[in-house]
């Protein structure tokens, strides 16, 4: 299994423009999330979904949206890019099912906005 | 709103030494606890877990311990090695929310 993956690892964007991370798993596991690593600070949930077609809020969702059409994806988008959504952007997701899971998290993109 | 903290940012070692991680929480609805490992450039690393039926348990040189009345939790890394270096978090959920909540990290060095 090649577990949690994403792309791209590095990207840099101009204030206004818009894009989306990939994320994807193998593992058939119906959790999935979305954090953001800014620097001396822990991860902060943006955006979750608890299996295909089904998605919530985090901590900290303003200015981005996600969508789960498959299981297996959970893609991120960015609308319109500023220089406050620069970071390191993580993907994670467990088998669900129940509260007490183990969280497998991807390698994380990071993402500057000038 | 409800957080996760940490006493110490920075934490130097021997080699060989014990080491102790502290991590405050303050969501008394929590009922599953996490320390994740971190090195440079990579995603975090699941290390042990607890629930909160629990006041201890251990793994492969690793323990946490969960106090609930003071809502405090520690990990305790033994025989400490260079490889362990990295920053460590801990993170708390309450159950049927799939919302984590993490603490800012302790960085943990080790010194040969």
């Known amino acids: 299994n090649a577990g949690v993956t994403q792309t791209p690892k590095f990207q840099v964007l101009k204030t206004g423009q818009s894009m989306t991370l990939q994320c994807a798993q193998d593992?058939?596991?119906?959790?999935m999330s979305w954090y953001r690593q800014d620097p001396g600070m822990g991860l902060r949930l943006i955006h979750y979904s608890v299996g295909a077609g089904i998605t919530d809020q985090g901590e900290v969702p303003n200015g981005y949206n996600v969508s789960r059409s498959t299981t297996e994806d959970f893609p991120l988008r960015l609308l319109s890019a500023a220089p406050s959504q620069t970071s390191v952007y993580f993907c994670a997701s467990n088998p669900g099912g129940g509260a007490y899971n183990e969280q497998f998290f991807g390698p994380g993109t990071r993402l500057t906005v000038l | 709103g409800e957080s996760v903290g940490l006493h110490l940012p920075t934490l130097s070692v021997q080699e060989g030494d014990n080491s102790i991680i502290n991590c405050a929480y303050s969501n008394s609805a929590s009922d599953y606890f996490i320390w994740y490992k971190q090195e440079s450039g990579k995603g975090p690393q699941f290390i042990i877990d607890?629930?909160?039926?629990?006041d201890k348990r251990q793994g492969q040189r690793v323990t946490v311990l969960l106090n609930k009345t003071v809502k405090h939790l520690s990990l305790q890394i033994a025989a400490t090695q260079p490889g362990d270096s990295a920053v460590y978090f801990c993170a708390e959920m309450a159950s049927g929310t799939y919302k984590y909540i993490f603490g800012t990290g302790t960085r943990l060095k080790v010194l040969a």
């Open positions: 607890i629930r909160s039926n629990m």
């Open positions: 593992m058939n596991h119906e959790y």
